[in-house]
């Protein structure tokens, strides 16, 4: 089954190290967002299984995204994705519902180890 | 640690001190520079705490550098200039500088080995000769600065350095609301000295007038060469009053007793105009410097040899051309 | 090669520096046993000569600092790291890195602090690219009084692009706040590009 995948990072670079860092056998289909308004547009217009999240981001960052989808009762895994890679804000969007939190540059075997801990291939 | 064909016979060659310490400040090793320069053999101090083997290294210190260095894994280096020596070692051309003790420029880097386990090596480089360099350049510059202020025949301070102290004198008075007096005073008939003496008999007058005139002054005076034969002292804290005092003491001490030159005895005396701060603004200095002279000008007009202080009322148009 | 960024180049450049910022801050709040809170550092490609007049207004006023050192990495990668920072700035930092102000010259405070604020940023910076960098001693430029316009014009004269990156660290309770500028000479620009390449044709 195909899973529908939002990748929301303001950089490029970012995005496309996401995509590459996915297992080649992970059967997804991806839309991409480059700030927290395009997110949740794109979450409120579709079934969204798994969104990786940046924190800061222009517009609305990480946490806003967060606490919308946690107030819209949106039926989505989140798994954030920052350089801030401080104990506290690891904290803090675990609280705010965030399945996972994965520090930039983002390392592949980890998130492989992360995905099917929750089931997700 | 330096089996290696290559890098061993470096290591031991460098013309640098490398030292590697463990987690827990234990010798690794030592390369040849430093066990001759320290008097140690890496056999008989390996594993031997480095604060133990040095044990004039500056402990605290070198642990704060060590940790920065082990816990964040980059470099941190240390300058001869902020700190003489890590590790107080003899060096090689103890003729010809002035500290006994080798200038260092130190690099510590982090190392790891196979097994991860962390070392810190500390790089130690000889700046000896740079730290020579410098002390030939700084007193090289005292001497120029020196020879920047002062006049070289009566080693008064010269026109240019006078008059800035003279400024910011004037400044410092004015701010603290303290008085301050300004004495010029010139040599009398020097031109006829000249004339009958050579210049060199009236150089010598001048010589030791500016000694007598020194022996007589505070240290908070300044006292300067203006021109030719013209000299002007600044007189902090001093009120009109004292000025004067100190002016007739001046005249007294030059008239008094002749200047011997080439066996002849030379009689000479000097005028002094003396004013005192009144003025308050961005040309004070210069207000007062114009008052002194006309000052001035009324000694010499008044037969010489004698003191005269400014007052405001008669020579209010002097005053005018000079501003 | 242009000498000016492209838009995914430039993409490229301020997202590695966004992850060195963080792989830094961690590093330093391991160290200094503190949170650091860390904001996104603003970064800008500007031309050497228009650096003096930038910092001129920010930094004449108070007694300010600025410190210089020199890096050196794989494949053409190549600059000068410059710390500037207000001093008072400085003595919080250094207070917080256990420094007794009194037992140390304040010149050695201020290279040591720019040396680990420089080394632990660019070794993020280096670790991402696959590069690894080695520096040279931190050189302080000018501090207190010195003139810090005359004293970055004077070293900017040699480089032809200058990376701006605006730190910013917020420790709980202190905040430190600082400019960091990479002056990049020429051909270490046209490495860096080529590097960046490299990078997005990866991805």
């Known amino acids: 089954m195909t899973l529908p995948v939002l990748i929301c990072d303001d950089s490029l670079l970012a995005r496309k190290q996401v995509r590459k860092s996915l297992p080649e056998f992970f059967d997804a289909d991806i839309l991409t967002a480059g700030n927290g308004v395009e997110a949740l547009a794109i979450l409120r217009s579709q ?30 895994f989140v798994i954030v994705i920052s350089a801030d890679i401080q104990p506290e804000m690891q904290k803090r969007v675990t609280e705010l519902g965030a399945l996972a939190f994965i520090h930039k540059p983002v390392n592949p075997e980890k998130l492989v180890v992360i995905l099917k801990q929750y089931g997700l291939i | 640690m330096s089996d290696n064909w290559l890098t061993g016979p470096v290591l031991e060659q460098l013309n640098s001190g490398v030292l590697v310490v463990d987690e827990q400040f234990q010798l690794v090793y030592l390369n040849c520079f430093l066990q001759r320069h320290g008097s140690v053999q890496l056999d008989e101090v390996r594993g031997q705490s480095l604060f133990k083997v040095f044990s004039d290294v500056p402990e605290a210190w070198l642990r704060r550098k060590f940790a920065s260095v082990l816990e964040l894994q980059s470099p941190s280096f240390s300058s001869w200039e ?27 880097l982090p190392l790891s080995d196979e097994a991860g386990r962390r070392y810190v090596c500390l790089l130690i480089e000889d700046a000896t000769d740079t730290f020579v360099y410098q002390q030939h350049l700084q007193s090289t510059l005292q001497k120029l600065e020196h020879s920047n202020r002062i006049d070289g025949l009566t080693q008064c301070l010269n026109r240019r350095y006078w008059e800035e102290q003279l400024k910011l004198e004037v400044q410092r008075a004015l701010r603290y609301q303290q008085p301050l007096s300004l004495l010029l005073f010139d040599l009398d008939k020097f031109k006829q000295l000249n004339d009958q003496y050579g210049h060199l008999g009236g150089d010598s007058v001048l010589i030791e007038l500016s000694a007598r005139v020194r022996a007589l002054l505070r240290d908070t005076d300044w006292f300067g060469r203006y021109g ?44 002094i105009g003396v004013a005192q701060l009144t003025n308050t603004g961005e040309r004070a200095h210069e207000v ?36 | ?6 838009e995914e180049q430039r993409d490229c450049l301020q997202e590695l520096i966004n992850v060195a910022m963080g792989l830094a801050s961690d590093k330093l709040a391991r160290f200094l046993n503190t949170f650091v809170h860390l904001q996104v550092p603003a970064i800008e490609l500007v031309s050497s000569a228009q650096i003096p007049a930038e910092f001129e207004t920010r930094y004449s006023s108070t007694d300010s600092a600025l410190v210089s050192q020199g890096f050196l990495g794989n494949d053409g990668l190549r600059g000068e790291a410059i710390v500037l920072y207000q001093l008072e700035n400085a003595h919080r930092i250094a207070a917080l890195l256990g420094y007794e102000t009194d037992s140390i010259s304040e010149l050695e405070m201020l290279t040591d602090i720019s040396s680990i604020l420089t080394t632990t940023f660019l070794n993020g910076l280096a670790t991402q690219i696959d590069n690894s960098l080695s520096y040279s001693a931190p050189r302080v430029l000018s501090s207190r009084q010195g003139n ?43 490495n860096i590009q080529q590097i960046l390449t490299r990078i997005l044709e990866e991805y």
């Open chain 1, 47 to 76: 079934e969204i299984g798994l969104v990786f999240l940046d924190l800061t981001m222009p517009e609305l960052d990480g946490i806003g995204v967060l606490e919308a989808i946690k107030q819209e009762g949106m039926d989505c």
């Open chain 2, 82 to 108: 902020q700190r003489h020596y890590v590790i107080k070692l003899p060096h090689m051309r103890p003729m010809t500088s002035s500290s006994q003790y080798m200038a260092q420029n130190c690099t510590m």
């Open chain 2, 288 to 323: 007062l410097i114009g008052q002194a002279d006309v000052a001035l000008y009324n000694a010499k007009r008044n037969g010489r040899n004698r003191v005269v202080a400014f007052s405001p009322g008669e020579t209010e148009f002097l005053l005018k051309t000079t501003d």
């Open chain 2, 228 to 271: 030719g034969e013209e000299f002007g002292i600044v007189l902090t804290n001093t009120a009109l009053q004292g000025a004067v005092e100190v002016a007739e003491r001046l005249c007294l001490a030059v008239s008094s007793l002749a200047v011997t030159f080439n066996e002849c005895s030379i009689q000479s005396s000097i005028s």
């Open chain 3, 148 to 190: 810090v316009a005359q004293a970055l014009l004077e070293t900017a004269y040699h480089w032809e692009l200058a990376l701006k990156v605006d730190i910013s660290y917020q420790l709980i309770d202190h905040s430190f706040n600082c400019d960091m500028l990479l002056l990049i000479p020429g051909e270490a620009v046209v």
């Open chain 3, 1 to 6: 090669m242009s000498k000016v960024f492209s």
